[in-house]
């Protein structure tokens, strides 16, 4: 366990150091290709910020002791004979719903809505999250019982030090979420997943390559990705006309400024600390399974969304050709490499959520 914990600090420390470097390269040049002579760091500075901060970003999001409320299953400690934290803290401080999109997401954001009208719930979408984050900055500003949205990482991190706050997210194999995604796009361009390219004109691969590992890049968003700045840089790396949706912009930041490498650790990072930055992990292929869970840890019924048939209709009537594209995509080496960093937090994912089933159920028959 100590030689196990010594390379752990040792591989951090390693990420530091090339954080580090990485940046000190990289703003100390000047990019020309971007109008007015404006300098990359002048257009960048809270943007690039975040790969010289990366590890410290990671420790401030999921190292900080009690603030942010762990797996309830795995990751609760005993004190004085009593789980800590307590069960209250779960269902009396502010959830957060980190909704993965094409993963059930739909089904789930109804269901809370129609769960318990006494439950303050605000939205974070990709038209409000930069006024939500920046109101939750002030100390005074109001904090809702839940937060549910694509881009509702990090929320915790501002009003953690009011009240408990857990996240909670459900998953999808990569594959079938990709081809999903692809499908759903091709008839539904109105939604912000499916702006920046059109899916009517693309090949799967291309489509993959587009969406690239999202869950991994969700979990690293800041709303700073996407301020004027971000969204200025962003449009001279795709030099695209289209508008350009945030979860893009951030993509592309994050791939032009940070090396594989250093994405390695950021994920490695993620790996180890899964259970502690998720109070309970769900998986649409377990789903009635996730709601039972959900609703033991929060004690709000989620029992009602058993009733909601679960389907997804961009891919009605599509069996063969969702079987024939799966194959190419688990045949494809270059496909599971673009999609590499979902597919090994799914796999996590798919360990932590058969230990949280099985001391469920333990409690169950308590």
């Excluded at 502690?276 to 029992?303: C, H, K, N, W």
């Excluded at 688990?330 to 360990?351: A, F, G």
Aim: net charge positive; charged share 25%; proline share 2%.
């Amino acid at each position: 366990m100590l030689r196990c914990r010594c390379r752990l600090m040792l591989r951090y420390l390693l990420t530091i150091i090339t954080l580090t470097l990485l940046i000190t390269i990289l703003t100390s040049r000047n990019v020309t290709n971007i109008g007015n002579n404006r300098s990359w760091n002048s257009e960048f500075e809270k943007v690039a910020n975040f790969t010289s901060t990366g590890a410290a970003y990671f420790e401030r999001h999921f190292n900080h002791g009690r603030r942010i409320l762990p797996n309830f299953y795995t990751s609760r400690d005993y004190q004085n004979d009593r789980r800590w934290p307590p069960d209250d803290h779960y269902r009396n401080g502010s959830i957060v719903y980190l909704h993965h999109h094409k993963a059930a997401g739909s089904t789930v954001r109804t269901c809370i809505s129609n769960m318990k009208p006494s439950i303050s719930l605000k939205t974070v979408s990709h038209e409000s999250y930069s006024q939500i984050f920046q109101s939750l900055k002030s100390n005074d500003s109001f904090v809702f019982d839940m937060y549910v949205g694509g881009y509702t990482y990090g929320i915790c991190d501002y009003i953690s030090n009011r009240r408990p706050c857990s996240y909670f997210t459900v998953l999808r194999h990569p594959f079938d979420r990709v081809i999903s995604a692809y499908e759903y796009c091709k008839r539904y361009t109105q939604d912000h997943i499916c702006w920046g390219k059109s899916a009517k004109t693309m090949s799967l691969k291309d489509w993959v390559n587009f969406h690239s590992s999202f869950f991994f890049y969700q979990l690293l968003f800041q709303s700073e990705f996407c301020e004027n700045k971000g969204y200025y840089v962003a449009r001279q790396l795709s030099n695209s006309g289209r508008l350009l949706p945030c979860w893009y912009v951030q993509r592309l930041i994050i791939d032009s400024k940070t090396s594989n490498d250093v994405k390695t650790f950021l994920l490695d990072y993620i790996l180890d600390h899964l259970e502690q930055m998720f109070a309970v992990i769900g998986l649409v292929e377990q789903f009635e399974t996730s709601l039972r869970l959900l609703e033991d840890v929060y004690d709000l019924p989620f029992v009602w969304c058993h009733s909601m048939k679960l389907k997804d209709s961009s891919l009605e009537d599509k069996r063969s050709t969702v079987w024939t594209m799966k194959r190419q995509l688990e045949t494809d080496l270059e496909i599971t490499n673009i999609l590499y960093y979902d597919l090994e937090i799914y796999k996590r994912s798919q360990k932590i959520f058969e230990k949280q089933k099985r001391v469920f159920y333990l409690r169950e028959v308590v």
